[in-house]
């Protein structure tokens, strides 16, 4: 099984869905540990990802990604706008103009967006971020590739380990963003970063979160 251009922007059109109709609960899980706007930014974000994006007929997988990575950069300030933006361009860049995805290039990209999170946010696993949902969902994809998974396993996968690194960030004293202002207070709170990652997984596999 392979994927091209009209089911990666089928996502995204998903994603931003998925992302509007758990607005508010990203918003309530931010007001606990940040600001309360990461349902708000995110939301403003994919809108206008999907406002911006190409034509199938005439793009790649690259192209659709390159135009979501530059719509997140351009039109969401604060931490997950950057973040989400360069996870988005890696993921295009390591696709290389390919039309056809198998699960190998699919998880070459998911891993491509992990790197580029971990050098622009400067986090690791454990400093409950994104990275604590994307990471475990990471190896997991892999490790259902070398297990001779196709796309759907692998996804599939990647999502539970998603679901799981997410609920996981709950005790998590934070170390990285705004909420690490809050020391031993931002512990007994679920990462919003972290939520939004998960919901990510869910929409690519065509879970329902
Ligand atoms: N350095 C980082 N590396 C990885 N993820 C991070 C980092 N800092 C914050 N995050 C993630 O971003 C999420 C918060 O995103 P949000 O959209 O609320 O931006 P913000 O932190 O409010 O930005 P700002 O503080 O600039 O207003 C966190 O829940 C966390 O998962
Ligand atoms: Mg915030």
């Not at 997988?61 to 973040?83: E, F, N, Q, R």
């Not at 796309?151 to 998590?172: F, R």
């Not at 679920?190 to 596999?205: I, K, M, V």
Request: glycine content about 10%; overall charge negative.
């Amino acid at each position: 099984m392979t994927v091209g251009t009209p089911e990666v922007i089928g996502f995204i059109k998903s994603y931003a869905a998925t992302i509007r109709e758990h607005r508010t609960e990203l918003i309530r899980l931010d007001a606990a540990i940040g600001d309360a706007d990461h349902g708000e930014n995110l939301d403003r974000g994919f809108r206008a990802a999907v406002e911006r994006l190409p034509d199938p007929q005439e793009s790649t997988p690259t192209d659709v990604l390159k135009a979501v990575a530059m719509a997140l950069i351009s039109k969401v300030g604060g931490a997950a706008g950057p973040l989400y933006g360069t996870a988005f361009l890696r993921a295009s860049a390591a696709l290389d103009g390919q039309a056809e995805l198998d699960a190998g290039a699919v998880v070459q990209a998911l891993d491509a967006a992990l790197q580029g999170l971990k050098a622009r946010g400067k986090a690791d696993l454990g400093d409950k971020t994104m990275i604590d949902a994307w990471a475990p969902a990471v190896d997991a994809a892999r490790e259902a590739l070398e297990a001779g998974q196709g796309l759907p396993g692998v996804l599939a996968a990647a999502t539970a380990a998603a679901e799981k690194g997410m609920k996981d960030t709950t005790p998590l004293v934070a170390r990285k963003g705004r909420a690490s202002y809050l020391g031993e207070r931002s512990a007994g709170h679920q990462d919003p970063g972290a939520t939004s990652t998960y919901l990510l997984f869910a929409t690519l596999s065509c879970a329902d979160p």
